[in-house]
């Protein structure tokens, strides 16, 4: 008996500790967003962020604030009223063909360049559909990072 609570406290405390640090992606609400070096306004900026909806990864909360990680591993903290839940993501290969439909023998409709800013409107079997300026197709999910 002694050894099964022991068993049940070690799988409840594994258990709480992998899913308490559970990462998501957020989007950044406004062309201007203050990425700071800690989680208040009292904190120096550190980047100056100018892309609206650009993706990044929430890894630490602390009262109102995000701590954040980029694309290009930058971290730092971001006032939760300056991100949204709206799916975008980041194309990470180089001239990437953006599809009619999802699957590889569709009509090509665009070369999307490494680093490419996609708002995504769904994804499905491994495909998501987004938009590009005045393009919508589809792209296979893999060569994306960010919210799906």
Request: a positive charge; proline letters at 3%; charged letters at 30%.
């Amino acid at each position: 008996m002694r050894k099964k609570i022991i068993y049940f406290l070690i799988f409840f405390i594994f258990f709480l500790d992998v899913y308490s640090e559970e990462k998501y992606f957020l989007t950044l609400r406004n062309d201007e967003v203050n990425l700071r070096q800690g989680p208040s306004f009292e904190h120096p900026v550190k980047i100056l962020y100018k892309k609206k909806y650009l993706p990044v990864l929430v890894i630490d909360i602390s009262d109102n604030f995000r701590k954040i990680k980029d694309h290009e591993n930058n971290s730092g903290w971001i006032h939760i009223s300056q991100l949204s839940k709206k799916k975008a993501a980041l194309t990470i290969k180089d001239d990437l063909l953006m599809l009619q439909s999802s699957n590889i023998y569709s009509k090509p409709l665009a070369i999307i360049k490494k680093g490419r800013l996609c708002l995504i409107t769904k994804c499905e079997n491994g495909w998501c559909k987004i938009k590009v300026n005045k393009f919508s197709g589809w792209i296979k999910k893999e060569n994306l990072w960010g919210k799906l």
